[in-house]
């Protein structure tokens, strides 16, 4: 019953721009009811997978499931992202580089600067009386933040939202080399001044580091730093933008937190749960494979959604309601295994001090409709637009 | 015997050990750092800690024996 083979197949293409907020979730319980893994001719073809027990076996494989052809449809191979578009051994060597970044002792270290940051833009969002929470907060947040952990100048990381929503749009076309260009291009000058004026930052540590015994090499640099400056900021951005608009729908959940401030963990998990920032990730087979009942090619690409998995019946009761009292461990709003999210340590620590924060302050409101992106590069669905403001206190 | 150990300076606070083996493992609530639960180890959690171990993106938890 899992296979989908009919001619026409189901229509999904990750680069649609039909497929947003809240069509986007009926398409993926559309692919979970018709047995879970669907043929999609769309993009040269591939397999979306939808139910949660295939989705995590699949991201625990990677042997079977590699990263090595990029984890965006189609799996061409081409313009590999450090270090998730590798497999072992040379991911195992990147990601370690990374992770020093991003440990759990120096998140920690970076716990004052974080809060601080937070409460300075909630507070300036406060005195302009709201306004568009993407732009006034959920965007400058991680910006800020990658200043602090990578060590990049804010001149350039005012460029990433512009040159990531640049990439974004050339998916849908045909060629993203132009823009990938311009990216490397500004992470090549940061290379440039950190050399010229040596710091003690993850960008000078960079200059200096070793990949699997041998110095690490510069385009090695830029990818690696292209990712800070891409994945670093754009799933935060959402995630961010979407804790505040999931205040505002539910104001009951709101009003739960400002009673009990330590509910924030379990809210972030549950939005993390419900709508998962990043949602679909590609692998390619590397052997003849199954796929729950659907028995997959050698080669074949195969798109995992986390979202959709995030929202199996089997797995989570009631499975589209906002929650944020229920389990939601286990999620793989992260991923799974070896490519899960290596800022998620971060991240988490971020969104409980931002809720926290928006939750010592008068109710937060409405002010206008929000606005919701398609999937950017066929994975991130975030809010483009969200006014809001807080309740004047009477 | 099957012998378990988290490495605490390497644990990302992922959680993946709790939803593979939840009656060995567990998270400080003030850190997020893994723990092993009080007792001894079940023969019927030898297999559960050996998928908690596979599925840590940290590498933290090694087991022996």
């Known amino acids: 019953m899992s296979t989908v083979a009919d001619s026409t197949g189901f229509g999904f293409d990750p680069y649609d721009p039909e497929l947003t907020e809240p069509a986007v979730w009926d398409r993926y319980r559309a692919a ?3 047995g879970g893994t669907v043929r999609a001719l769309d993009r040269d073809g591939f397999w979306l997978v939808t139910r949660y027990d295939e989705v995590r076996t699949a991201l625990r494989d990677p042997a079977t499931f590699s990263s090595a052809s ?9 313009r590999r992202a450090i270090p998730i578009d590798f497999d072992p051994p040379l991911h195992t060597a990147y990601r370690a580089l990374m992770a020093e970044a991003l440990s759990p002792a120096r998140v920690r270290a970076l716990r004052p600067f974080l809060a601080e940051v937070v409460t300075r833009l909630v507070d300036d969002f406060a005195a302009a009386g709201g306004g568009d929470f993407v732009s006034a907060v959920a965007l400058p947040l991680p910006l800020q933040v990658l200043t602090e952990l990578v060590g990049f100048s804010g001149e350039t990381v005012a460029q990433f939202r512009a040159l990531t929503e640049e990439l974004w749009s050339r998916y849908v076309d045909v060629d993203p080399a132009e823009s990938h260009r311009r990216l490397w291009e500004l992470m ?6 950190h ?17 699997e015994g041998r110095p690490i090499r510069e385009d090695e640099q830029v990818g690696i730093l292209a990712t800070f400056a891409v994945a670093g900021h754009e799933t935060t951005m ?14 009951e959940a709101q009003a739960a937190l400002r009673a009990d401030p330590t509910r924030a963990r379990a809210f972030v ?11 679909n990730f590609a692998r390619r087979a590397t052997c003849p494979a199954q796929v729950g009942g659907t028995a997959v090619a050698e080669g074949d690409a195969v798109l995992l959604s986390l979202a959709a998995a995030n929202r199996d019946p089997e797995r989570f009761p009631d499975p589209d309601r906002f929650d944020p009292d229920r389990d939601a461990r286990g999620h793989l709003a992260f991923g799974w295994g070896i490519h899960q999210c290596i800022g998620a340590p971060l991240a988490r620590t971020e969104f409980v001090l931002l809720l926290e924060e928006l939750a010592a302050r008068p109710p937060l409101r409405a002010a206008g409709p929000p606005a919701w992106s ?8 975030g809010l483009t637009h969200l006014p809001l403001r807080f309740e004047e206190e009477t | 015997m099957t012998d378990v150990e988290i490495d605490e300076t390497a644990c990302c606070g992922y959680g993946n050990c709790l939803v593979a083996a939840p009656e060995v493992f567990d998270l400080h609530t003030d850190t997020g750092i893994a723990f092993l639960r009080p007792g001894r180890l079940r023969e019927a959690d030898r297999l559960a800690v050996r998928e908690a171990a596979a599925d840590c993106p940290a590498r933290a938890i090694t087991v022996r024996g």
């Open chain 1, 70 to 78: 990029g984890h965006r449809i189609p799996t061409d191979g081409s």
């Open chain 1, 238 to 251: 959402n995630a961010a933008a979407t804790l505040a608009w999931l205040l505002m729908e539910h104001p």
């Open chain 1, 188 to 193: 090549r000058a940061e290379l440039a001044d």
């Open chain 1, 32 to 34: 979970r009811n018709l």
């Open chain 1, 195 to 211: 050399r010229a004026r040596p710091r003690d930052d993850f960008v000078g540590s960079l200059l200096h580091a070793e990949i």
């Open chain 1, 374 to 381: 398609s999937l950017q590069g066929g994975n991130h669905l």
């Open chain 1, 269 to 279: 998990e549950e939005m993390l749960r419900l709508r998962s920032p990043a949602q």
